[in-house]
């Protein structure tokens, strides 16, 4: 029995993968491989249509939101998102709350001014800061709504009062939220949403058409939205992968439904946790995140005995991320309770073993 | 019976089909879907470097020349190409043989200053422009070496005294060639090289490092080859197809083995066409393209009737470009020589019934 704990690419439904791999050899029983039919046929168009209007229902969009997937990965976003909103004068406002949330900052002066509202790093993103102010000139406020490396999340959407911007690739659809406050939403596919190699864009079409920049093709929002995401020759497989996972979300009764699940398996992990003084983690009690549980083990002995342990259970990718070291824990939706359950008993083994 | 003459995503071999559904659920045997495992982990890495490798070796690539997989399809290189080697008041020298050749002619005056040196589109781009002049200051020259709409193709490669860039997304790997004397080679996955989603570079690193604007990480190729194509989340699964598709074509003996085949795939289909006054070739002869033939009939009651004898007869993805209509029947590597002789048996039948 594996269990499945990859911070990205990582698990997707079972279900999902059955009806993928199906469709390399047989796609809707059409005889032809998902991978071998044209992207403007009859055959893949209703893929995309349905992927985008799934996302509009489960994330309950208004009509001024539109829903692209786009090439690139979210870094791509790290420059095309100032590229298309700031003017060289203007200034855009941005929360630096993580070894991710950082890295737009370096992207965007290429195109404008930048102002970093407030910044963790003082304490190694261990929290999120709170009561910065944004300058009220500010094109657009920008922040990470999931620190995946620091195990950090924002749990309330800020208020700003000048549009707003947010990297959500590792919570998006994870909670329910009012989806219309927000301006642009980015994220990479390979958490959430599906397959890596595709990127979902949510966007105002009213904040767009003000930069006096000319856009190359391929990075105007404008013209994606024109072509509805058939520009160029999408990632077919990947946009595939994506709806077949968002009908599963809705299957299981769309975000506030998983939203419970997710807070379940969080609370049991952090639980254990807090109750284990062998394991121990450092981000501030109130801004933990519910998708990466982010934790150490002082002692190098009992850190390599987890470590093997946890490989000869299955348990996989509870490493942390290269940066940081230590352990990370992703709880995506896909990942079932029963994973979390077990990985909660074995810690509980190994500290009545090692306590 | 099926035969996919698809232009574009298309038919890939059988084996890479079965393989590539295999791995969606079982990877190497390690109970991990290929869609569920990190890319910086040693399940990945190993794909990715074998890809890259496996097209240096076809390839024939000395150890100035690059491989790169990228996200953003060919058209993204329409405006990274000129970002990356372009300087405002420098020149690039194009050449407009297509549809597809004209458009990184309208990206590139972003970047700086383009001449372009010749164009066939006086007569519907139905020929390659010959004995055109190349301004010595030129930073490179750009062409498209196969123009999938019309159907014709550069069989030589120019000489022209300045860096060598070209488009090959619809021939490339399918011919022998010095490949060593191309600057800069782009090709989008999706024809011969796998799956729709990533985009092969192929880079003379000395010809980089020249522009003085800063660019973006993700469109600098040289923070790719730094990352060795793992800047970012790859598109996994679109890389692991083309690394099996890579593996098919080494094994049917390579680029010279394949080329065999494509010539007989072409010379088959052309003497065909040529022979049947109803089916008509506006190509000039000396370009046909031996990957993608364009042919249209005359009277539009025989054009209904050929196209849904196609349909009848399985023969899948005949139809032309939506931009110039008639027929189209796209021979990449991976189609059997058996389907084109399927197709001009049928041609054959038709031409016999309505000649």
């Known amino acids: 029995m594996i269990h499945n704990f990859n911070a990205g690419p990582s698990i997707l439904p079972r279900q999902v993968f059955e009806q993928a791999s199906e469709a390399v050899i047989d ?25 985008r209007a799934l996302v509009k229902e489960l994330m309950q969009l208004d009509d001024d939101h539109e829903v692209l997937f786009l090439h690139g990965g979210a870094t791509t976003q790290f420059f095309q998102v100032p590229m298309n909103l700031l003017n060289e004068e203007e200034t855009a406002a941005y929360l630096d709350c993580g070894v991710w949330g950082s890295k737009p900052i370096k992207e965007a002066p290429l195109f404008g001014k930048v102002k970093v509202v407030a910044s963790s790093k003082d304490k190694d993103y261990s929290y999120i800061p709170k009561n910065f102010d944004i300058p009220s000139n500010a094109v657009y406020f920008h922040y990470t709504s999931n620190n995946t490396i620091e195990g950090t999340q924002m749990h309330d959407i800020p208020s700003t009062g000048v549009p707003l911007v947010a990297d959500m690739s590792s919570d998006i659809l994870s909670r329910a939220m009012d989806f219309n406050r927000f301006d642009l939403i980015y994220a990479g596919a390979q958490k959430n949403i599906g397959a890596a190699g595709v990127t979902m864009v949510v966007v105002n079409r009213n904040i767009l058409g003000r930069v006096k920049r000319q856009l190359p093709s391929m990075m105007d929002y404008r013209k994606h939205i024109e072509a509805e995401s058939m520009l160029n020759t999408p990632p077919v497989f990947s946009i595939y992968v994506c709806m077949l996972t968002l009908r599963w979300l809705k299957e299981q009764g769309g975000v506030a439904a998983i939203e419970k699940i997710n807070h379940r398996k969080a609370a049991l992990l952090y639980e254990t946790l807090d109750r284990l003084p062998v394991f121990r983690t450092k981000v501030d009690k109130s801004d933990r995140s519910k998708m990466n549980v982010v934790f150490v083990i002082d002692n190098p002995d009992l850190e390599k005995a987890f470590t093997e342990l946890c490989n000869n259970e299955g348990m996989v990718g509870v490493k942390g991320h290269r940066s940081v070291g230590g352990f990370r824990v992703s709880l995506y939706n896909a990942l079932p309770l029963s994973s979390v359950q077990a990985l909660a008993e074995l810690m509980q083994h190994f500290a009545t073993k090692h306590g």
Do not use: D, Y
């Open 27 to 51: 796609f809707n029983e059409t005889g032809l491989s998902i991978l071998e039919i044209g992207h403007r046929t009859p055959l893949f168009k209703p893929v995309l249509a349905e992927a």
